[in-house]
């Protein structure tokens, strides 16, 4: 059986660091992960030492291997395997017709919460989503934590999938999930029947809500 991803105490400035630390970690690598690197790790020590040492592995992983290497094993990682997407709702729905409705969704939960999409993404994109969160104000962040809380069930199945291969983003994803409240029973169900069966494929019909909130209080 699987252990999950323990919750580790932060403030919420220790957590939004922690969310555009990761933003930036899962972007496609390119030149400029040097520099937020560098950014990074003169943030490291304000963090919990759990936290920190995840964060760390991946650092340390990235000046070993390089930008090139790092993102050869991006795309064969993110873009060629079903159960790494990086696309919060593909855990939920899949390549189904309702991923349309999933995206409108989270976009407009985005433009509630006063964020426009500037960047080359989806909004369920976890870049995205994370980097909202840390730029939020306190309201906001937490509106925007509960999401990321949401598809906790899709972060560890990532998680986990990130740990079979081996993958040093392993690290980014579990110090994601270390800032996220405790996983509930429901949610852990979910997670089981995901690894089970993987994301879904087609729902019968296309009347079925949304296995997700649609609104933003």
Known sequence: MNTFSAPIPMSRKQR???????SLFLDYPSPTLLLALDAVEQQIDFLPDLVAKELKKFCDHIRLVGIRSLAEHYVTTFDQRRRCSLYLSYFAVGD???RGAALVAFQ?????LGFELARNELPDHLCVILEASALAESKAHATLVDMLSAHRDGLEVLRTALEQLGSPYVHVIQTVCMSLPQIDQETADH???LIRQGPPAELVGIGTPLPFPTTMN
């Open 16 to 22: 939004q660091i922690v969310h555009m630390a990761c």
């Open 96 to 98: 189904t017709r309702q």
């Open 108 to 112: 407009d939960a985005l433009r509630v």
């Open 191 to 193: 997670y089981y029947d």
